[in-house]
C-alpha cells in the first residue's frame, strides 16, 4: 500500500516530573494501488489514532492524573497549582484546574 497522505488529528501535554512535552499524533492515510488499478475505486484505509480522555483538550492521562493527586490527595490549592503550571510553562487558569 502506498500512503496518500495524513492528517494531524490531535495533541496532547503530557506530564514528566519537572517537564512538558507536546506530543503530536498524525493520522496516516494509505491507498492500495493494486486495488485502484483493478477497479474504478480507490481503496482508502487511515491509521487509527490514540483515544484521548477528554476531547478536544491538550491534557493527558498523566496531565489528569497530577492535577487530581495535588488536589485530593495532597489538597494543594488551586492558587498554588496553578502556580506550578506557570512555572512549567502551561497557562492554566484556577478555574480550569477547579472543574
Request: a positive charge; one cysteine or more.
Given at each position: 500500500m502506498k500512503e496518500i497522505g495524513s492528517t494531524?488529528?490531535?495533541?496532547?501535554?503530557?506530564f514528566i516530573p519537572e517537564q512538558l512535552k507536546r506530543i503530536?499524533?498524525?493520522?496516516?492515510?494509505?491507498?492500495?494501488?493494486?486495488?485502484?488499478?483493478k477497479s474504478l475505486s480507490d481503496k482508502?484505509?487511515?491509521?487509527?489514532?490514540?483515544k484521548v480522555p477528554l476531547a478536544h483538550s491538550l491534557g493527558s492521562g498523566s496531565i489528569i492524573?497530577?492535577?487530581?493527586?495535588?488536589?485530593?490527595?495532597?489538597?494543594?490549592?488551586?492558587?498554588?497549582q496553578e502556580?506550578?503550571?506557570h512555572k512549567l510553562g502551561l497557562p492554566?487558569?484556577?478555574k480550569e484546574i477547579a472543574n
Open positions: 494531524v488529528q490531535g495533541q496532547e501535554l503530557v503530536t499524533h498524525v493520522q496516516h492515510v494509505y491507498k492500495c494501488q493494486a486495488c485502484s488499478q482508502v484505509i487511515k491509521a487509527p489514532i490514540p492524573a497530577h492535577t487530581i493527586h495535588h488536589k485530593f490527595n495532597l489538597k494543594v490549592p488551586n492558587y498554588r502556580e506550578d503550571w492554566i487558569s484556577r
